[in-house]
């Protein structure tokens, strides 16, 4: 048996990657290919771009007017453009009016009730709208973060639920919700207009400010401001808002007494905090993905981590750079000379055994930002890597004796630095990973005090008795700490509100933001994981823009990947070095020193992975609605002729992989382009800071004829690919495998399916013949299931029909009929059943020998073919569970995570060969060598930065060896 060990595959696949995330060619390796390339792409076939497309149907063979049925409560519907509308019939009780949204002069309305409206024009034109609440729809995560998530106004406290598209009223004595308002989906931030003003609700997942009167706890109209808008302020005298939009570098200007647009201010990257100078001569930007500032020039604001924005001129006056990789918050001190920042610092390059080297450096600088003067720092402290300083009763002076803290918080180290604020001398921070809340001094940054504050706190605020508030939206919790005569104490809510997500997609939130371990690796090494999490270098669920060192062989390295509909893009890594979500869950926890991890974590971790969705339709190049711009359709023409041969399908990717990237690292994933312009960095190591820099060079490679013009209308093409379109992410069994003939058959959705009987419909599965098979379909969020009433038949080839039309609770529909293809397996010829050993020769990423292994197999299967898999691990209290089959005499099992060193590596091949009996009891045995089709195949074993194939392995009965 050969065994051949790679740095990377090289696969038979000719030419270079397209970079655009990932990699790109003109003849991809199709042995790793998925799903058909001639799926629908975003705007239409792959290969023709869909305002060229013939046989795509009008919108009327589909929905036939602007109506809709299923908006919810709090969200923005746009009426048709070009006309003017007024209701004509609305629930008992409605107060709202349809408002005009000035940028796109359309008409729009917010329902604060639910129920049916009727609008109309003076021409007789008419749409109708129903309104449900949001409870009745099925949660669907655009995962997105607080940023401003808690405001004062009235008197009374209102919190921004995120997870929920609520605005929640608490009362300030005993933090109990008092009453919730609904806004837009994903309210992240909230800032109230003036004292007795309205407060205003920045919803990321509808790119508008949702505009809420307190005196009748209503929505009364939204403002439009742009793609995913993160967060808003707003100035001491109630005269102007800033909101901030982060994929298109922008502060944008409001003016609330006619919520007209002042100005949009170019400002650094990926903007998301904001203080505002006490007088409101000037607003002080901060970017959160800064990286490490590369194009950080004076005088570029591109480059700045931080931006200073004068209210007078509405232009950037002063700027600092390289603040940090990733930052969490920002304040001014109240006579405005001192600005402080919550920030990660970073240096990729540092190894990470090495506990004191400078990465993950969670550190709060203090910057002198005198009017009329260049900013310079003044302090910074690591107090990620800091004890406890306690003060002494007498006085504030303390001793850094750690004596005094509360129970249980002196170990933690504070990782993932959010929210900070400074009053009266003392400066407060919010730890998110921790669940901690820190003061510190204000001017040595010493820490003095720390507090429990759970449910992974971002948010936080001062009250107007001078408590210090923190939100923990992933428990919907909120904590006060407060000043009595015997000192502080921490209160905290109960749940403000119920949590919308399932359980498990919760918990693996809550691993996936957390600290890692601690971990020994010997020879004096210690992998420091308590001092960073998987959100550190994965920054909500995108990517820090840094190219770390990542797995055992140390010249390899590359950007940290963003996390978007990780279910259907496999193989997943720069180098398609997983196989599937399933064996990541497995294999990642050992890169934050969780060498065991529990079975909790890791299924958590991947279903919250699995969760997370494309964007939502529409973004700031968009029309209203999601439908994409005429230039875009123009570029969609570029795109077909130059790109979708890899980029193809609705999911915009082939699922290959290909021979060199485009900087000619070996071997590079086709990933889908779905939400790529929201990255802030792109090729492997980051070399493009620009989705037009990144288009640019793809372009000059395939030294294509486009002009400047074409260029950026394949720019604008690829910026554009938002989650509008419903289709099939993935399926379960993969096409490309056989399907038992008593197996169900999965199907997970871009969006939540519609669960209505008259849209399950237009889902069918058929017999070879073509004929119509009963089937129940059950539908569970973004998932259906298709289980046949009956056993299939052995070696026929079925089909799951997918109707044009098959709608989405989202209203999204399929614009055309679509067919998934599935072949059953041959009569099986043995059974498993009990226990196996697999034996298998772990690969070495630095070369040598490795000793075989060995790992406990539990193999059950049915007269369909369908094989059960149960592996056990000794090196972790974990089992993995998955589905192979049995057809003929051959078996598959599946690619599965093999304990190999402190960890875990990908069988991405997952195991072939024949089967045998050795007592003839009809139970296989063994699997065979010598069998017609040339032996037993050697499998593939995979980690980030090599791969190795033809690796010898065999699988025998357990008590043969005994």
């Given at each position: 048996?050969?065994r051949?060990?790679h740095?990377?595959?090289?696969g ?14 003109d003849?991809p390796t199709t ?25 795509r ?5 589909i ?15 746009y ?7 007024s209701?004509?019939?609305a ?5 709202n ?13 917010v ?8 609008f109309?024009?003076a021409?007789?034109a ?5 309104v449900v609440?949001a ?12 940023t401003?998530a ?8 209102f919190?921004?639920?995120?997870l ?10 005993d933090?109990?919700p ?14 109230a ?20 009167d ?32 982060p994929h ?8 609330t ?11 650094g990257?990926d ?5 505002v100078?006490?007088?409101g ?10 990286g ?18 004068s ?23 109240a006579?405005g000379?001192s600005?402080y ?6 240096d ?6 090495s ?17 009329g ?29 750690g004596g005094g803290a ?9 990782v ?5 604020g ?5 400066l407060?921070v ?10 510190l ?5 010493v ?27 992933q ?17 905290t ?5 119920r ?11 809550e ?5 890692g371990?601690r ?9 420091a ?10 920054a ?18 590359a950007?940290?990947?963003a996390?978007?509909l990780?279910?259907g ?16 869950a497995?294999?990642?926890h ?6 065991h991890p ?12 699995g969760?997370?969705a ?16 005429p ?7 570029h795109?077909?002729a ?5 980029h ?6 082939s ?5 060199r990237?485009?900087?000619?690292t ?8 779905i ?5 802030g960095?792109?090729?492997r190591?980051g070399?493009?800071?620009s ?5 640019d060079?793809f ?11 074409q ?21 379960r069994?993969?096409?490309?495998d ?34 119509p ?8 969020g ?6 046949p ?9 079925y089909?799951?029909?997918l109707g044009?039309?098959?709608e ?32 298998y020769?772990?690969?070495d ?27 056990t691990?000794a ?13 003929g005499?051959?078996?598959h ?6 304990p ?18 050795l ?14 089709d040339g032996g ?14 033809d690796?010898?392995w ?9």
């Amino acid at each position: 048996m050969l065994r051949r060990l790679h740095l990377c595959r090289l696969g038979p696949a000719a030419g270079l990657a397209l970079g655009l995330l990932q990699g790109c060619s003109d003849e991809p390796t199709t042995a790793d290919a998925g799903l058909d390339a001639g799926l629908v792409t975003d705007l239409g076939r792959a290969d023709v771009p869909s305002d060229l497309a013939a046989d795509r149907p009008s919108d009327a063979a589909i929905a036939t007017t602007a109506d809709r049925r299923r908006v919810p409560v709090g969200a923005t519907f746009y009426l048709p453009a070009g006309l003017d509308w007024s209701i004509a019939q609305a629930p008992a009780g409605n107060l709202n009016a349809v408002f005009r949204d000035p940028g796109s002069t359309r008409g729009a309305f917010v329902a604060h009730l639910a129920g049916d409206y009727r609008f109309t024009t003076a021409a007789g034109a008419s749409v109708s709208l129903t309104v449900v609440e949001a409870s009745s729809l099925s949660f669907h995560n655009l995962d997105y973060f607080p940023t401003r998530a808690i405001a004062a106004a009235a008197d009374s406290l209102f919190v921004a639920s995120v997870l929920r598209p609520e605005l929640i009223a608490v009362n300030p004595a005993d933090l109990t919700p008092a009453f919730a308002v609904p806004v837009g989906a994903w309210p992240v931030a909230a800032a109230a207009v003036g004292a007795r003003g309205p407060l205003l609700v920045a919803c990321r997942g509808e790119d508008t400010l949702t505009v809420v009167d307190l005196a009748t706890r209503r929505p009364v109209r939204s403002v439009w401001v742009g793609d995913e808008v993160s967060n808003v302020a707003v100035t001491p005298d109630g005269a102007t808002a800033i909101a901030l939009l982060p994929h298109d570098r922008k502060a944008v200007l409001i003016r609330t007494a006619d919520w007209s647009e002042l100005a949009r201010v170019d400002v650094g990257s990926d903007p998301h905090h904001i203080a505002v100078r006490p007088d409101g001569s000037a607003v002080f930007v901060a970017g959160r993905r800064t990286g490490l500032g590369a194009s950080a020039e004076a005088g570029d604001p591109a480059g700045a981590d931080v931006s200073e924005i004068s209210l007078a001129t509405r232009a950037v006056t002063r700027t600092i750079h390289r603040v940090g990789t990733t930052l969490g918050g920002i304040a001014l001190a109240a006579d405005g000379r001192s600005l402080y920042v919550a920030t990660l610092r970073n240096d990729p390059s540092a190894s990470l055994t090495s506990e004191f080297a400078p990465h993950f450096q969670h550190t709060v600088v203090r910057y002198d930002v005198t009017p009329g003067a260049a900013p310079r720092e003044l302090a910074a402290s690591d107090i990620s890597r800091s004890r406890p300083v306690i003060a002494p009763p007498a006085g504030d002076a303390g001793a850094p004796d750690g004596g005094g803290a509360p129970d249980g918080l002196d170990a933690r180290r504070a990782v993932s630095l959010h929210w900070i604020g400074v009053r009266d001398g003392a400066l407060w921070v919010v730890s998110e990973a921790s669940d901690m809340v820190l003061r510190l001094d204000a001017d040595t940054l010493v820490e003095r005090e720390r507090f429990e504050a759970p449910g992974r706190p971002r948010a936080g605020a001062f009250a107007a008795d001078g408590s210090v508030l923190v939100f923990g939206h992933q428990a919907q919790r909120l904590t006060a700490i407060r000043t009595a005569a015997a000192g502080r104490t921490a209160v905290t809510s109960a749940a403000l509100a119920r949590d919308p997500r399932p359980a498990a997609v919760a918990r693996g939130l809550e691993y996936f933001t957390g600290t890692g371990m601690r971990a020994e690796l010997g020879g004096a090494q210690v992998l420091a994981g308590d001092l960073w999490s998987c959100g550190s270098c994965h920054a909500d669920g995108l990517t820090d823009r840094l190219a770390w060192q990542v797995g055992p062989v140390g010249s390899y390295r590359a950007l940290s990947p963003a996390l978007t509909l990780l279910e259907g893009t496999w193989p997943l890594g720069w180098q398609g070095s997983t196989s599937d979500l399933t064996s990541a869950a497995y294999t990642l926890h050992a890169k934050i020193g969780v060498l065991h991890p529990t079975q909790a974590q890791v299924d958590g971790l991947a279903a919250y992975l699995g969760s997370i969705a494309a964007p939502p339709a529409a973004n700031t190049l968009t029309d209203r609605d999601g439908s994409p711009s005429p230039e875009a359709r123009r570029g969609a023409v570029h795109f077909a002729a130059r790109c979708a041969s890899c980029h193809a399908g609705a999911l915009s990717t082939s699922r290959a992989r290909v021979d060199r990237d485009l900087d000619g690292t070996p071997s590079a994933d086709i990933a889908s382009l779905i939400g790529t312009a929201r990255h802030g960095a792109w090729m492997r190591l980051g070399a493009q800071q620009s989705l037009a820099g990144a288009v640019d060079d793809f372009v000059n490679w395939t030294r294509a004829t486009l002009d400047a013009t074409q260029r950026g209308e394949l720019t604008r093409y690829v910026a554009e690919l938002t989650g509008r379109e419903f289709f099939v992410v993935a399926e379960r069994p993969r096409q490309t495998d056989l399907l038992p003939t008593t197996s169900p058959i999965a199907l997970v959705f871009s969006q939540p399916v519609l669960d209505r009987p008259e849209n399950l419909a237009r889902v069918q599965l058929t017999d070879p013949s073509g004929r119509p098979l009963a089937a129940r379909i059950n539908v569970e969020g973004r998932r259906l299931l298709v289980t046949p009433a009956m056993p299939l038949l052995f070696g026929g080839e079925y089909r799951v029909l997918l109707g044009a039309g098959l709608e989405s609770e989202l209203e999204a529909r399929t614009w055309r009929a679509q067919e998934l293809v599935f072949r059953t397996v041959a009569q099986p010829t043995l059974r498993l059943s009990g226990a196996y050993t697999l034996t298998y020769s772990p690969a070495d990423p630095r070369g040598g020998a490795a000793a075989p292994s060995r790992l406990s197999l539990t193999l059950s299967s049915d007269g369909g073919g369908l094989v059960s898999v149960v592996a056990t691990y000794a090196n972790a209290p974990l089992t993995w569970q998955g589905v192979g089959w049995v057809s003929g005499r051959r078996l598959h099992l599946p690619a599965m995570p093999l304990p190999a060193g402190d960890g875990f590596f990908d069988a991405t091949s997952g195991f072939d060969a024949d089967l045998g009996d050795l007592d003839g009891d009809g139970t296989a045995d063994l699997v065979l060598f010598g069998t017609s089709d040339g032996g037993l195949r050697g499998y593939t074993m995979a980690g980030s930065g090599f791969e190795a194939r033809d690796l010898p392995w065999s699988l025998s009965r357990a008590e043969l060896r005994h």
